[in-house]
């Protein structure tokens, strides 16, 4: 694989959590929909629609909350693949350059502060830790 196939296999959790958070935001959305829909008591007849509205609001909740739980246990599954591999890396440098970029989702400014290094030094360490990852599939 190349620099950059190997980045995109890594910045999969990140894109994984991203989605996540969306999902979380529609379950969201769609709850405080369905608490502002109150159903018509009136023997008049209003035209007030099918009386399916609260109905099809929890249908649409229940299979946000569906689609949630798959992305969540994506991201699971996703966290441990990537987890592994940097487990593998021996060096705490390196290790810890490429967990906090991938599973911690830090910029490169805050890796290189918190572990003293400059930013430069902190980007050619992760190239050069990146082009010599095996990853899973690619001895």
Known sequence: ???????????RYQDSLRREKELAEEVERLQSEATRITP???????????????????????QAKQELQEQIDLC????????????????????????RRYILGQKWEE??????????????IHKAVVCNLILPGNS
Do not use: F
């Not at 694989?1 to 910045?11: G, H, I």
């Not at 399916?52 to 649409?60: A, G, I, T």
């Not at 890796?111 to 050619?124: D, G, S, W």
């Open 111 to 124: 890796i290189a502060v918190e572990m003293h290094y400059t930013y430069q030094h902190i980007c050619n």
């Open 40 to 62: 018509l008591l009136s023997v008049m007849p209003g035209g007030a629609g099918d009386g399916q509205k609260l109905p099809k609001s929890v249908e649409r909740i229940v």
């Open 76 to 99: 699971t599954d996703i966290r441990g693949e990537i987890a592994e591999v940097i487990e593998q890396i021996i060096n705490y440098r390196d290790h810890e350059i490429l967990r």
């Open 1 to 11: 694989m190349t620099y950059e196939e190997k980045r995109r296999w890594l910045w």
